[in-house]
């Protein structure tokens, strides 16, 4: 479990990158990586809510702040993001 906590550490990171960064991170992937955690069994209330709220920032957060795939950046990665 404490793997899990790590790694919603290392989501929220990234995605508090986005204020200030936006066009590091790719958003649809983001949101894949967090859909793909809420559906893990065994999550914690505290941990869902968390993921939840990072998931909502994500989505709030107007399209054209992002990078896209036809972008020539290239694509962060989570440690390189945190």
Same mark, same amino acid.
């Given at each position: 479990?404490?793997?899990?906590?790590?790694?919603?550490?290392?989501?929220?990171?990234?995605?508090?990158?986005?204020?200030?960064?936006?066009?590091?991170? +790719?958003? *649809?992937?983001?949101?894949?990586?967090?859909? $793909?955690?809420?559906? !893990? =069994?065994?999550?914690? %209330? @505290? #941990?869902?809510? +968390?993921? *939840?709220?990072?998931?909502?920032?994500?989505? $709030?957060?107007?399209? !054209? =702040?992002?990078?896209? %795939? @036809? #972008?020539?950046?290239?694509?962060?990665?989570?440690?390189?993001?945190?």
């Amino acid at each position: 479990m404490n793997t899990m906590k790590t790694e919603i550490g290392q989501l929220a990171k990234a995605v508090s990158a986005l204020t200030s960064y936006p066009r590091l991170v +790719r958003r *649809d992937y983001w949101i894949a990586q967090i859909e $793909n955690l809420l559906k !893990e =069994r065994g999550i914690s %209330a @505290s #941990d869902g809510q +968390r993921l *939840d709220t990072l998931l909502d920032l994500l989505r $709030n957060t107007p399209a !054209e =702040r992002f990078a896209t %795939a @036809s #972008d020539d950046e290239p694509v962060s990665s989570l440690e390189a993001v945190c």
